[in-house]
């Protein structure tokens, strides 16, 4: 797959605590390496082999370990600002991307997803861009209740209904059109509900794995499955 992958990776990881104050979220690992790793050899296990970085916080440690790698990839990191929103950060790399159209992610997400099939999807709907939609990580029991009685209890259950934003998303470099960098804001919000709006995104649905990192919770899970069985690095071109 001949294309760029540009990878968020400028965030504080808030909710992360004390872990965030010495390293940035990106930094932070599942097993003997940083989730960044994580993402870049996922997307390169796909055939992606040309990333760009957008930090912010503690860049400087993300660009001393990244260029630390002995893979065989290709990766420019663009310092893109401390306390900016994920709309500008994309907007701020416009003239590193060299293709018609590039894949963008997040620095906290991993999945097994057929990135082929995402595009094939994004150049059969001729859109703007193509969003990964996934079914939300069943975090709650959930209880059906009738007359005041428990009906039926779900200990975890997965919701299909309700998908939600999974990141890995293609997106045209006309997207840049789209994005006012003296606006300081979500990529989720106002770029993405504009659109929407305006029946530019499509989406792909993925049913296999995908899990983000938010929390030492997700941290200890996902180093847990990384010591059984990585999913997310099975090998997929």
Not at 72 to 101: F, P
Not at 186 to 195: A, D, S, V
Not at 218 to 232: E, F, G, R, S, V
Request: proline share 4%.
């Amino acid at each position: 797959i001949c294309m760029q992958a540009v990878i968020l990776a400028g965030g504080k990881g808030t909710r992360f605590g004390s872990v965030t104050k010495t390293i940035p979220k990106p930094m932070v690992r599942i097993g003997n390496k940083p989730i960044i790793w994580h993402i870049l050899k996922l997307l390169s296990n796909r055939g992606i082999s040309e990333f760009i970085i957008c930090t912010g916080y503690k860049e400087s440690i993300i660009r001393k370990y990244l260029s630390s790698l002995k893979e065989d990839w290709k990766i420019k990191c663009i310092y893109t600002g401390i306390n900016t929103q994920t709309a500008k950060r994309i907007g701020l790399i416009s003239k590193h991307i060299k293709e018609d159209y590039f894949l963008m992610t997040y620095g906290d997400g991993l999945s097994n997803i057929d990135i082929k099939k995402l595009i094939s999807i994004h150049k059969r709907k001729k859109k703007l861009a193509t969003v990964t939609a996934v079914s939300p990580i069943p975090r709650f029991g959930a209880l059906k209740i009738e007359n005041n009685l428990v009906k039926k209890f779900n200990e975890k259950p997965k919701d299909s209904k309700n998908l939600i934003n999974g990141g890995f998303f293609v997106l045209e470099r006309k997207i840049f059109d789209y994005l006012n960098l003296n606006k300081n804001v979500m990529w989720e919000q106002e770029p993405m509900i504009k659109l929407t709006k305006n029946k530019m995104l499509a989406a792909y649905t993925h049913n296999g794995f995908w899990y983000p990192m938010d929390t030492e919770r997700d941290q200890k899970y996902l180093t847990h499955l990384y010591a059984q069985n990585p999913i997310w690095l099975k090998k997929k071109i």
